[in-house]
C-alpha cells in the first residue's frame, strides 16, 4: 500500500496563503488520483481538489479560482496551493491517491487554521 505524508498546514491570517504538500512513497501505477479532501469539525468530508495521472484538475466550488492542485511526478508529490484563506477554509486536511492496482491510501492529515 502507498504510504502518504503530508506537510504544511498551520496558522494563518484571513487573506494569507499556505502550500500543503503530499509525498507518496513507493511506486504508483501509471493510471491514478491524487487529491486533497478537507474535514471541519462537524462536518463531512469534503473534496478539496484532485488531480489524475493525465494532468486533468478538478476543483470543489467553494475553492476554484483561490487554490491550485499540482503534482511532481518525478518526486511522487502533489502541492496545493491555497491562496486568499478564510475562516471557512479551516479544516483538517487529507491527501489520498487512488492507484490503479493499488487501491485507495490516506494521509494522516495535517491542520490549517484561518485565524486572526
Known amino acids: 500500500q502507498v504510504q502518504l505524508v503530508e506537510s504544511g498546514g498551520g496558522l494563518v491570517q484571513p487573506g494569507g496563503s499556505l502550500r500543503l504538500s503530499c509525498a507518496a512513497s513507493?511506486?504508483?501505477?501509471?493510471?491514478?488520483?491524487m487529491a486533497w479532501y478537507r474535514q471541519a469539525l462537524g462536518k463531512q468530508r469534503e473534496l478539496v481538489a484532485d488531480i489524475n495521472s493525465g494532468g486533468s484538475t478538478n476543483y470543489g466550488d467553494s475553492v476554484k479560482g483561490r487554490f491550485t492542485i499540482s503534482r511532481d511526478n518525478a518526486k511522487n508529490t502533489v502541492y496545493l496551493q491555497m491562496n486568499s484563506l478564510t475562516p471557512e477554509d479551516t479544516a483538517v486536511y487529507y491527501c489520498?491517491?487512488?492507484?490503479?492496482?493499488?487501491?485507495?491510501?490516506w494521509g494522516q492529515g495535517t491542520q490549517v487554521t484561518v485565524s486572526a
Open positions: 513507493g511506486s504508483i501505477s501509471s493510471w491514478y488520483v
Open positions: 489520498m491517491v487512488n492507484s490503479l492496482g493499488l487501491g485507495v491510501s
